[in-house]
């Protein structure tokens, strides 16, 4: 089975109180239609990165986080996603403001995930940022996830399984 990184923002629009923001509440709509049904097929990891996120913010929210990411295996910090950190903020030109991002991107890399599954288009699912990380990636003979958000996901190509 597909294994799936699930970044922060995913338990977040799941938990999240539904947004004023017409495009906010679309991806929290589709995210919570993604995860009633479609992601099945998947094996999902998180990392320590995305525990502590989940845990930061008001107290009622961050408990609803830990409640969807405890059933998933979390992936330790070690020098390899260390490694990845010092290459990819140099390398990925983003702003200091994204060390988290940057490291939720070395825990996909560094695991060998095949998805990466997020909302931030700023910094990670990003066809600018993901051009760049593969281009890195290759140079290092290192695969790189598919980037993806729930929507991406909701629908299986006929006769494809995960």
């Given at each position: 089975m597909a294994i799936a990184y699930l970044e922060t923002t995913i338990p977040s629009y799941l938990?999240?109180?539904?947004?004023?923001?017409?495009?906010?509440?679309?991806?929290?709509?589709?995210?919570?239609?993604?995860?009633?049904?479609?992601?099945?097929?998947?094996?999902?990891?998180?990392?320590?990165?995305?525990?502590?996120?989940?845990?930061?913010?008001?107290?009622?929210?961050?408990?609803e986080r830990i409640k969807i990411v405890r059933e998933f295996p979390v992936l330790s910090l070690n020098d390899d996603v260390r490694s990845l950190v010092k290459v990819y903020a140099t390398g990925l030109g983003l702003h200091p403001e994204a060390a988290g991002d940057v490291l939720h991107i070395s825990f996909a890399v560094a695991y060998e995930v095949d998805y990466l599954v997020t909302w931030n288009c700023k910094h990670i699912a990003n066809g600018h940022v993901i051009r760049r990380l593969q281009e890195i990636n290759a140079r290092q003979r290192r695969a790189t996830p598919v980037i993806v958000t729930p929507e991406e996901l909701l629908v299986k190509p006929t006769g494809e399984t995960p």
């Open positions: 938990t999240s109180r539904p947004s004023r923001d017409l495009i906010v509440a679309a991806h929290q709509q589709l995210t919570h239609e993604w995860w009633s049904g479609a992601r099945h097929g998947l094996d999902f990891v998180v990392s320590e990165a995305v525990l502590a996120e989940v845990r930061e913010g008001n107290p009622e929210f961050s408990d």
